[in-house]
Nanobody, 119 residues
């Protein structure tokens, strides 16, 4: 059973930085895609970044520059570094694992961690 547990969400001032962590357990391979998403109040969940095969990361154009995803499979942790935060970054941040096996495709989510950017 795959489980994802996010942590690191906090209240941070505009211009500040924050690093989120996602500890994963269960059968997740280095080749499986893991990612970070966020959902602001009244908005759809949006992709921030995905990573697989250790350090192969992909970002939507809108997320390039201020977000960095990294992964430490030895620690079973995925990180999201965020810089120069603004009020628009206020959201619940979710960790995701997308797993493809012979038995099918599986999408797992953590419970989310709240990031609030405010002075």
């Amino acid at each position: 059973q795959v489980q994802l547990v996010e942590s690191g969400g906090d209240l941070v001032q505009p211009g500040g930085s924050l690093t989120l962590s996602c500890v994963f357990s269960g059968s997740i391979l280095d080749s499986d895609v893991m990612g970070w998403y966020r959902q602001a109040p009244g908005k759809q969940r949006e992709l921030i970044a995905i990573i697989r095969n250790g350090d192969f990361a992909t970002y939507p154009d809108s997320m390039k520059g201020r977000f960095t995803i990294s992964r430490d499979d030895a620690k079973k942790t995925v990180y999201l570094q965020m810089t120069n935060l603004s009020a628009e970054d206020t959201a619940v941040y979710y960790c995701n694992a997308y797993i493809i096996r012979m038995s099918g495709r599986y999408d797992y989510w953590g419970q989310g961690t709240q990031v609030t950017v405010s002075s």
